[in-house]
C-alpha cells in the first residue's frame, strides 16, 4: 500500500487501501458512483438498503449535481447509522451535513449536528465552535459568534479559513463594516500557508470576497444616492 495513500475528506482509509480491504464489488459500487454514473442512472438507484460507504458515495453524487435536498437525505441517514463502516470518517461526513443544513438556514438542526461531531470526536471542539459561531451571526447573535471566531482564529492562527468564515458570515449578516479587519486577518494567516494548492485556494477566495463586499457596497452607495 502506497504511502501516499492519504483519506480524503469523509474517509478513514486512502483508496488504495479501501480496494485492497473491501469486497470488490462494493469498491467498485462506491467508485462508479463518484466518477461515472449519470443523473438518470442516479435517480434510478434502489439505495433503500444501502450501506454508509454507498450512501457516502450517492451522497457525493447528489451534490455533484447540486441536488442538495437528495444529498442532505442521504446525509442524515448516514448520521443516524448505528453500523460504522470503517473506510469512512464520521465527524467529516458530520460536519458536511452541518454545512449543508446551514446553507439551508437550518440553524438549529445544523447546531445538533455539531452537538454530534464533538461527541464523536472531542478533539474537534474549536472546529466545532468556528461553525457555531458562523450560525450565531448568520442569527444575528453577531457579538457571541464574533466572540467564538476570535477564539477560534487564535486557536489556529496559521489558518486563513477561519477569518474567512467569518467575513462571510459578516457579509451574509449585512455586517460591511467589520469586514476589512477580518480580511486582514485572512492575508497575515495566508503568508504562514506552506501548501502550494491550498495557498491559491485561499488567495482565491479572499480576492472574491473582496469583490462581493466591494460590489454590495457599490449598490449601497446608488442606493443612499437615489440611482437605480
Not at 473491501?22 to 466518477?35: N, Q
Not at 468564515?165 to 460591511?176: D, E, I, N, T
Request: glycine fraction near 6%; aromatic fraction near 6%.
Amino acid at each position: 500500500m502506497s504511502d501516499t495513500d492519504e483519506p480524503s475528506e469523509g474517509y478513514a482509509w486512502g483508496f488504495a487501501r479501501q480496494e485492497q480491504e473491501l469486497p470488490a464489488e462494493e469498491y467498485r459500487t462506491h467508485i462508479r458512483l463518484l466518477d461515472e454514473i449519470d443523473e438518470e442512472g442516479l435517480d434510478e438507484l434502489d439505495l433503500s438498503r444501502s450501506d454508509d460507504y454507498i450512501l457516502w458515495a450517492a451522497a457525493q453524487a447528489f451534490e455533484e449535481l447540486e441536488r442538495d435536498e437528495d444529498a442532505i437525505a442521504l446525509l442524515k441517514r448516514i448520521a443516524a447509522s448505528a453500523a460504522r463502516h470503517p473506510a469512512l470518517c464520521y465527524p467529516d461526513i458530520l460536519l458536511r451535513l452541518g454545512e449543508r443544513l446551514k446553507e439551508r438556514g437550518d440553524y438549529d438542526e445544523a447546531a445538533e449536528v455539531l452537538e454530534q461531531v464533538e461527541r464523536l470526536e472531542p478533539g474537534l471542539r474549536e472546529r466545532c465552535d468556528e461553525r457555531r459561531a458562523e450560525i450565531l451571526v448568520l442569527r444575528g447573535m453577531v457579538g457571541e459568534g464574533l466572540k467564538l471566531f476570535r477564539e477560534a482564529a487564535r486557536a489556529f492562527p496559521d489558518d486563513p479559513w477561519v477569518p474567512l468564515r467569518a467575513a462571510w458570515a459578516l457579509l451574509a449578516s449585512g455586517r460591511y463594516e467589520e469586514i476589512p479587519r477580518w480580511i486582514e486577518r485572512c492575508e497575515k494567516a495566508l503568508n504562514d500557508v506552506k501548501d502550494e494548492a491550498e495557498a491559491r485556494a485561499a488567495a482565491g477566495e479572499i480576492d472574491r470576497l473582496r469583490a462581493e463586499a466591494g460590489a454590495r457596497a457599490a449598490r449601497r452607495g446608488r442606493l443612499a444616492a437615489g440611482v437605480e
